[in-house]
């Protein structure tokens, strides 16, 4: 269940299908399960990702050397959905290889494999439009991104055909790197409220418990994915998990 308008600030995470294996991501969504996070991503790894930095782009790299793939991504999904159904998963992945499954197929199986949303950083919104109502009949929410440099009237476009929440980058530029959180980007996040009244989903540079408080209270859900993944790579999944309960404590105890 994606949050509501308004709703207090919630932590999205991440998984790398096939980062470290293909047997850890299941171990290793069952640590962010129990730190308390209920939005995951599944990120299809892909070998020319446009928007990720480095800690992801690397982590693609390994996971495709280990049997990471969008078919591998819907069979965890099957297992995790159903392990766990008060979290919410969404599928994150560039178009080509939801393009090579077949788009309307593709729809089929990730509504079946218990995947809630979908976010495809390179799929624009006329590409999209004709999928619509088949994604909107089997339950799959298309959660697409706007950025810094999204002209209003498309920021309005874009959030009509968004469903479940819509995806504010919050500055130009890949993943990882940190952002402020400063008048700019405050005057940017009113922007985009005028054209919609779905939750916002922030990312790209949400790295510190300060990022966490910095976002409380004006988006839904801060999307905290980077950083975990290093913490995953560095210190392995279990530790990863403790790192990111803490992470979700922060955000009660303030």
């Known amino acids: 269940m994606f949050p509501t308008s308004n709703e207090s600030l919630k932590v999205m995470s991440h998984c790398v299908v096939g980062f470290p294996s293909l047997e850890e991501n299941e171990h290793a969504i069952d640590g962010l399960v129990a730190a308390g996070i209920r939005l995951i991503e599944l990120q299809v790894p892909f070998s020319d990702p446009?928007?990720?930095?480095?800690?992801?782009?690397?982590?693609?790299?390994?996971?495709?050397?280990?049997?990471?793939?969008?078919?591998?991504?819907?069979?965890?999904?099957?297992?995790?959905?159903?392990?766990?159904?008060?979290?919410?998963?969404?599928?994150?992945?560039?178009?080509?290889?939801?393009?090579?499954?077949?788009?309307?197929?593709?729809?089929?199986?990730?509504?079946?494999?218990?995947?809630?949303?979908?976010?495809?950083?390179?799929?624009?919104?006329?590409?999209?439009?004709?999928?619509?109502?088949?994604?909107?009949?089997?339950?799959?929410?298309?959660?697409?991104?706007?950025?810094?440099?999204?002209?209003?009237?498309?920021?309005?476009?874009?959030?009509?055909?968004?469903?479940?929440?819509?995806?504010?980058?919050?500055?130009?530029?890949?993943?990882?790197?940190?952002?402020h959180w400063g008048e700019e980007f405050q005057i940017y996040i009113a922007r985009v409220k005028k054209h919609t009244n779905l939750p916002l989903a922030v990312g790209f540079g949400v790295r510190t418990r300060e990022d966490l408080q910095a976002l409380r209270g004006r988006v839904e859900v801060a999307a905290f994915c980077s950083q975990y993944i290093e913490w995953q790579a560095e210190l392995g999944s279990e530790r990863a998990a403790e790192r990111m309960a803490q992470v979700v404590q922060s955000i009660h105890a303030a």
């Open 50 to 179: 446009v928007a990720d930095g480095p800690v992801l782009v690397n982590a693609c790299v390994k996971a495709l050397a280990r049997g990471g793939s969008f078919e591998a991504t819907l069979a965890l999904a099957r297992k995790v959905s159903r392990r766990h159904p008060e979290v919410t998963f969404v599928l994150m992945s560039y178009l080509n290889p939801i393009y090579q499954y077949g788009i309307p197929a593709a729809i089929d199986e990730i509504a079946n494999a218990g995947i809630e949303g979908i976010i495809v950083p390179d799929w624009p919104v006329e590409a999209m439009r004709p999928h619509l109502p088949h994604m909107e009949k089997r339950g799959v929410a298309p959660i697409l991104m706007v950025t810094p440099n999204t002209a209003s009237t498309r920021i309005a476009e874009i959030a009509s055909a968004s469903r479940g929440m819509l995806y504010v980058v919050s500055r130009m530029g890949v993943t990882g790197s940190s952002t």
